[in-house]
Every structure is written in structure tokens, then in C-alpha cells.
């Protein structure tokens, strides 16, 4: 029963489509090699340590053939010689609003994020194509020893605390796409939360690309010391454009003993974007990592965030949406590992196909033999809108050893002609008929969100549906 | 011009002709029950004037109040007021009923009018009350898991909240005991009033005890065959349909 009124975020995908004429001050041209890398590294005044790092994953990216034996074949299609590496005004992250550019805070503007919301915004990190152009932390979270910064200068200035973990719990080498980010990632959000201390209020970052042919790599590494707690909130929309965009972002979260991440992302793609993204975190005794995952829009998505379970009592969690349209891909999925006894995970996927469009959940559970009572529960819910939708259900399930227990449940349903006959004749027009029983389907799942995120998912999934009928 | 009128009406489904030239008239203020044996077309009736686009309107008018609502979609008929309880309402998986009555009524809000939830939840409440629907259901998902009569009283609770000019009941006490059949006629009895023309579809003379009719039609074969008070249903009930079906095939002026 929603009785509360929401705050209007009203992020709404079709203001999404536009984008300015930006001059971009650094620009380091199209297609990679070593002399982007260095142009990067140059730009960013790197340490050699990350200008190494970089081109040991260029060359692990230019050896890793396409993993189209068990992925789409739509991935041949990005040409890595027409997208460009890194685009930036060169700009320091700013600290106050004023300091943002008016372009930019026009950009906020169409995206449904006023001036007058700053207030609300306070502690937001919004990353602007390259460089992060807005990054304001509340007063407090600096006081209490909360690192909140870009990529770039979490390296730079706090090697001591994120060297540790960068590239570790995604390396270089996991998977092609991880290697290029690793190669060439600017952006994104570094995160340190010290012991114990529990973050409030979520953090929040808004992605856009806004340059064609312009891939975004932006690169997340988040540490939650021992016993610490936060709350992630990650948005993403992206103008719409002819030529395909790529996005390729890695994000490693790292739970110490006893310590709480949530990650939450609700993406909107514009549907020439090729989204590869690497998730994964690490939870070590008694700590808990949770993903919810939400995506809509693209052309291809494939997404699969992962939890290692690495101590014992260790919690992993995915919760996850995705909505396929005509010509779009979403293969997504979740990866529990369990590597510690007594540790549990739940993965729970909703998935939605209309028209053409095609959902794909690929799903690993692994439990070695050395452990016991280990716990899995993933449940997979697909509902299909007109039938030449497709979905698919590719769970890779490993259990060994002494009382673990897997439980897999699947369910595909679709809405009844009947259905929406009974809520158009309550006066309900065929989109809103649509969305609200689509709205329906993910409800369940959509409770687990943060208020204002669920305001704005059902949003787009509103203005998603209403393009879906006719 | 307050009057649901029904005029010439053809109806098909597929190839099959099943409203021959159907016409009735129900004034605002006015409750007509509707009765006949199974196959004579009162469903049809029901589903054609609610615009289901399985029932195609091959000829004829029917007219809201003036307005003739022929060829509109179904959302644009329910937001001219007219309503139709299902005989088999569907479900709704994941949609509460506060959410879905309140969706149906921001449908019908026009531009600048805001929605008051707090009066919502009020008037919400007092009808649930009234038809002996325990609150909790405000959280359930739309007739998911509802016995029979839970369907039919979230019918009635739905035409309440959505006061209709005109009411189509189609079969609302099919599987419904006497207890709910009750609670049901006492809602729509509420409803009743100048502002209100309702259809009554059924079988039996049994709902009409309580929901007594301003008039009685008869159906058969696609179209109204006799026409009278309340006394017509009681004849009915105790003579059965087959003196209508004689008195048809005598020759008629």
C-alpha cells in the first residue's frame, strides 16, 4: 500500500535523449594503443605504478579473444577503432555548485535535477563523460573519515588505503572487457567508509555519456572497514545517438569483517549503447554485500554481479530487473561463489520481454567440497509481453561437500489479453494497463529499494511501456 | 438525454452473429435486470458495450447520455462513465487494490486536478466497511487468491469508488452464497439513485429479491423479447423460460 507521497526525482528517459556541443579540452582522439594509454596517464599526471597497470591490461585486452562461444555475437559489432578512450574539460571535481559549469548544470536540468535540489544532492558524486564535474560531500561524512572521491585522485592521494584492493577482487584479466576498462577507466567512484562507521545517508552518482562514439569506463572500488555500513546509489541515463556507445565500467566492492555494502543501480541506456560491465564484491566474515541491479535500455547488456563469500557467516545478495525491448539484449545474471562455510546467498531475477526484445539470466552457484552449510536460494521470474519475445535460463550450479543446500525456482508468465481488457475497462489506457501490471511483476522486488529510486524505476518503466503498445 | 440508450444494436463475434437488432433504453435513476437462458447474448451484450474488441459492433448505436460510444476503446468507455462488473474479473498479480482503484482514478483526473490520498484512503475505507471487506485487503494483489464472493464484493467496492453513470453486472451472483449475495445487493443498493442507471445480467429471480428492479427484460436470441415490473422475474422463476420460447412462437404483432 503506498499511502506516502514521493519526492519527484522524475528522471524520465526520453529527456535523456539530447546532448550539447561540448569542447572538450582533452581529447585523446580515436582508437587505442600505448600512446592513449600514456595521453591518459599524462593528462591525469598518474603514478608510473597505474600508468603500468594500464598497459598490462591493454595487452591482456588485445590478447583476449571475444567470448562469443557462450556470449551474443552482437559484440563483434563494436568497432574499438572508432570509439574514443578519454574526453575531459579538465576539470578538478568540483566542490561547490557554483563552481559547476552552466552547460553542465543544464545537463541536471534536463535530467530532472534542479538547482534547488542541491540540498538533496549534498554528498552526490555526478560524473560528467570523463571527470567527475560535481563532487560534493556532506561536512559530517568527512568527519567521520569517509573518503568519498574520483578514481583519479582515490589513486593518487589515497594509494595507501585503495592500491590494496584496486584490481583485486576484478583483475585485469577476468574477462576481455574488464581488461580494457582496467586499460583505459577514468571515473567512477572511490569510496572508503573507516571502522564501524555506519553511513547514513545513501551516496549517490548519476552517469551520463554525452559525447558520440565516446566510450565511458569509468572505474568504482568501494571498502567498507570493519563493521562499517553504506548505501551506493548509482543512475545512469545516456543521450541518444546513431553510432553504437560502448560502456564498460568495473566495480569492486570490498566488505571487511562484519561490514555492509549496498550497490544499487538503475540503468537506462539509450538503445545503440553496448553495456559490459563487471560487478563483483568481496564479503569476509559476517559481512554482507548486496547488489540490486536494475537494467533497462541498451543494445546489448550483459551484466552479472558477483559475490565472493570469503568469510565465515558471509551474505551475498543480487536482486535484479531487466527490461528487453525491440533490439535489445539484456543477458544478465549473478555469480554467488561461496568460498567459506555457513554462508548464504540469494539471488532473485525478474525479467521482462516485449516485443522482440530478449532476456537472458545466466546464473553461477558454486559451493566447493571442503565447506558445509552453505545456503543458496535463486528464484527466476520471466514475463513475456507478445510472444515473440524470448527468454532464456542458463543457471551453472556447483555444489559439493556436506550439507549445502541449492534451491532454484523459475517461473515464466506472460499478461493476458483478458487482464488488460479488466484494467482498461476501470478506464486504464493500454500503456498504463501495461505498466501497472509490468509494475506488478517487479513489485516485490521494487519494495526492497529506496524510496526514491523505486519512484523513479517505476517511472521508466512507465515511460517504457508506453512505447510498447499499439 | 440521461439515459443509456441501445439501439439496433448487431453484435458478432468471429463470423457469428449474436445481437440481433438489440435495443434497450435504461434512464438514469432506474434499475433493469436483464435475464434469459444461457447462450442468448448477455454476456455478449456486457462485453460489447464495454468495448472488448473481440465482440464487433456491426451495426448500431449505443448511446451515454448523448454520446454515442461506439468504436471507442474500452478506457475511453469506462471514463464516460460506464462500468461493468465482471462475471470473471481478472486477476492481477503484484497490483494491490489501493493501488489499482487509485491508478483507475488518476485515469480520470483531468489537467490541474491533484489526487488527495488521505480522502482517498477515507472514502476507501468506508466502502470496504460497508461491504464487509476486511482492510488488509487494500495490500492484496487485485482478486489474486479470492474466493468467489471477495471477487465480487472488490467488484462492487470498484464501482463505488469509481461512480459510474451507468452499471453493467454481469452475473454478479454467479458463485456467490447467500450471505455474500446479500452483502453485494446492499451495495449496489447504496449506489442507487438519480444519478445511477444499472443493467443486471442474471439467470436468477434469486438476486433480484434484493436488488428489486424498476424493470424486467427478457432475452432471447440476440435481442429483448418481452419486457415488465419485478412480477416478470417471479413468473420466471417459477414457470422457466419455455412459455416465453411458446409465447415467442406465436404469431406476434
Same mark, same amino acid.
Given at each position: ?51 603500468? +597497470? ?22 563483434? $559489432? ?35 535535477? /534542479? ?50 584492493? +584496486? ?17 583505459? +577507466? ?26 558520440? $562514439? ?32 560502448? !560502456? ?46 536494475? $537494467? ?8 552479472? /554481479? ?22 535489445? !539484449? ?11 562455510? $555457513? ?24 559451493? /566447493?567440497? !571442503? ?67 509490468? &509494475?506488478? +511483476?517487479? &513489485? ?27 | ?5 441501445? %439501439? ?5 463475434? =468471429?463470423?457469428?452473429?449474436?445481437? %440481433? ?16 437462458? #444461457? =447462450? ?30 461506439? =468504436? ?26 489501493? #493501488? ?31 461491504? %464487509?471487506?476486511?482492510?488488509?485487503f487494500t495490500s492484496r494483489a487485485v482478486n489474486e487468491g479470492f474466493s468467489g464472493g471477495e471477487k465480487k464484493r472488490c467488484e462492487i467496492l470498484q464501482m463505488a469508488m469509481l461512480k459510474p453513470k451507468y452499471a453493467v453486472m454481469d452475473e454478479t451472483d454467479s458463485g456467490l452464497d447467500i450471505d455474500a449475495l446479500r452483502i453485494v445487493a446492499e451495495g449496489v443498493n447504496r449506489m442507487r439513485g438519480p444519478d445511477l442507471g444499472v443493467l443486471v445480467i442474471t439467470h436468477y429471480q434469486r438476486l433480484l429479491d434484493y436488488i428489486v428492479p424498476d424493470k424486467v427484460h427478457v432475452m432471447w436470441d440476440g435481442r429483448i423479447v418481452k419486457t415488465g415490473g419485478p412480477e416478470l422475474a417471479r413468473e420466471l422463476e417459477s414457470r422457466g423460460y419455455d412459455w416465453v420460447k411458446e409465447e415467442l412462437a406465436e404469431p406476434v404483432a
Amino acid at each position: 500500500m503506498s499511502k506516502t507521497e514521493t519526492p519527484d526525482l522524475n528522471i524520465e528517459r526520453d529527456v535523456g535523449n539530447f546532448h550539447y556541443d561540448t569542447t572538450y579540452e582533452f581529447d585523446a582522439g580515436v582508437g587505442l594503443s600505448e600512446a592513449t594509454i600514456d595521453y591518459i596517464a599524462d593528462v591525469k599526471g598518474e603514478d608510473e605504478w597505474v600508468r603500468e +597497470f594500464r598497459k598490462k591490461a591493454l595487452k591482456v585486452f588485445n590478447d583476449k579473444p571475444l567470448p562469443t562461444h557462450w556470449a551474443s555475437r552482437d559484440l563483434e $559489432n563494436i568497432d574499438y577503432t572508432k570509439i574514443r578512450y578519454y574526453l575531459s574539460k579538465g576539470q578538478r571535481p568540483s566542490r561547490s555548485w557554483d563552481e559547476v559549469p552552466d552547460e553542465i548544470k543544464e545537463t541536471f536540468e534536463r535530467l530532472g535535477i /534542479p538547482e534547488k535540489e542541491r540540498a538533496y544532492l549534498a554528498g552526490v558524486e555526478a560524473q560528467f563523460d570523463s571527470e567527475a564535474s560535481y563532487s560534493n560531500m556532506k561536512e559530517e561524512l568527512s568527519k567521520q573519515g569517509v573518503i568519498f572521491v574520483g578514481s583519479t585522485e582515490g589513486l593518487k592521494e589515497h594509494p595507501e588505503i585503495f592500491r590494496k584492493w +584496486f584490481g583485486k577482487v576484478i583483475p585485469i584479466g577476468d574477462n576481455k572487457f574488464s581488461a580494457l576498462n582496467s586499460a583505459v +577507466f577514468s571515473g567512477g567512484s572511490f569510496i572508503y567508509v573507516p571502522p564501524g562507521v555506519k553511513v547514513k545517508q545513501p551516496l549517490q552518482a548519476y552517469f551520463r555519456i554525452n559525447a558520440e $562514439n565516446f566510450g565511458q569506463f569509468e572505474r568504482t572500488l568501494i571498502i567498507a572497514d570493519e563493521g562499517a555500513e553504506i548505501t551506493y546509489m548509482e543512475g545512469c541515463t545516456a543521450p541518444k545517438f546513431e553510432t553504437s556507445t560502448l !560502456h564498460s565500467a568495473v566495480v569492486e566492492l570490498v566488505a571487511l569483517k562484519g561490514a555492509k555494502i549496498q550497490y544499487i543501480t538503475v540503468q537506462n541506456w539509450s538503445e545503440n549503447v553496448f553495456n559490459l560491465v563487471t560487478k563483483r564484491g568481496l564479503a569476509m566474515e559476517g559481512a554482507e554485500v548486496k547488489w540490486i541491479d536494475c $537494467n533497462i535500455g541498451s543494445r546489448l547488456t550483459m551484466k552479472y /554481479p558477483g559475490v565472493i563469500m570469503r568469510g565465515e557467516g558471509a551474505r551475498g545478495e543480487v536482486l535484479s530487473i531487466a527490461l528487453a525491448h525491440d533490439n535489445q !539484449h539484456q543477458d544478465t545474471g549473478a555469480k554467488m561463489i561461496h568460498a567459506a562455510s $555457513n554462508t548464504t546467498s540469494n539471488i532473485i531475477s525478474k525479467s521482462i520481454s516485449i516485443g522482440q526484445g530478449r532476456a537472458t539470466y545466466r546464473g553461477v552457484v558454486a559451493m /566447493p567440497k !571442503h565447506l558445509k552449510n552453505c545456503k543458496n536460494n535463486t528464484e527466476c521470474d520471466a514475463l513475456l509481453i507478445n510472444t515473440n519475445s524470448r527468454t532464456d535460463t542458463y543457471p551453472a550450479i556447483t555444489v559439493r561437500g556436506n550439507r549445502n543446500t541449492v534451491q532454484h525456482e523459475a517461473s515464466v508468465s506472460k499478461v493476458s489479453a483478458e487482464q488488460i481488457f479488466y484494467m482498461m475497462q476501470r478506464g486504464l489506457s493500454e500503456g498504463e494497463a501495461m505498466s501497472l501490471s509490468v &509494475n506488478g +511483476f517487479v &513489485n516485490d522486488l521494487i519494495r526492497e529499494f529506496p524510496m526514491e529510486y523505486s519512484v523513479e524505476l517505476k517511472r521508466l518503466i512507465d515511460l517504457e511501456m508506453e512505447g510498447s503498445v499499439g | 438525454m440521461s439515459e443509456l440508450v441501445i %439501439k439496433n444494436l448487431n453484435v458478432s463475434i =468471429g463470423d457469428r452473429p449474436i445481437l %440481433k437488432d438489440f435495443s434497450l433504453t435504461i434512464p438514469k435513476g432506474e434499475v433493469h435486470a436483464l435475464m434469459g437462458p #444461457n =447462450g442468448t447474448g448477455k454476456s455478449t451484450l456486457a462485453k460489447a458495450l464495454s468495448g472488448h474488441e473481440d465482440y464487433e459492433i456491426t451495426s448500431g448505436e449505443v448511446l451515454l447520455d448523448g454520446e454515442n460510444i461506439v =468504436g471507442m476503446e474500452a478506457d475511453g468507455i469506462s471514463r464516460s462513465g460506464l462500468f461493468m462488473a465482471f462475471q470473471y474479473p481478472s486477476e492481477i498479480p503484484g497490483v494491490t487494490i489501493a #493501488n489499482f482503484i487509485r491508478a483507475a482514478l488518476t485515469a480520470r483526473l483531468e489537467e490541474g486536478q491533484n489526487f488527495s490520498a488521505p480522502a482517498y484512503y477515507k472514502e476507501l475505507y468506508q466502502h470496504m466497511d460497508e461491504l %464487509k471487506i476486511d482492510r488488509s485487503f487494500t495490500s492484496r494483489a487485485v482478486n489474486e487468491g479470492f474466493s468467489g464472493g471477495e471477487k465480487k464484493r472488490c467488484e462492487i467496492l470498484q464501482m463505488a469508488m469509481l461512480k459510474p453513470k451507468y452499471a453493467v453486472m454481469d452475473e454478479t451472483d454467479s458463485g456467490l452464497d447467500i450471505d455474500a449475495l446479500r452483502i453485494v445487493a446492499e451495495g449496489v443498493n447504496r449506489m442507487r439513485g438519480p444519478d445511477l442507471g444499472v443493467l443486471v445480467i442474471t439467470h436468477y429471480q434469486r438476486l433480484l429479491d434484493y436488488i428489486v428492479p424498476d424493470k424486467v427484460h427478457v432475452m432471447w436470441d440476440g435481442r429483448i423479447v418481452k419486457t415488465g415490473g419485478p412480477e416478470l422475474a417471479r413468473e420466471l422463476e417459477s414457470r422457466g423460460y419455455d412459455w416465453v420460447k411458446e409465447e415467442l412462437a406465436e404469431p406476434v404483432a
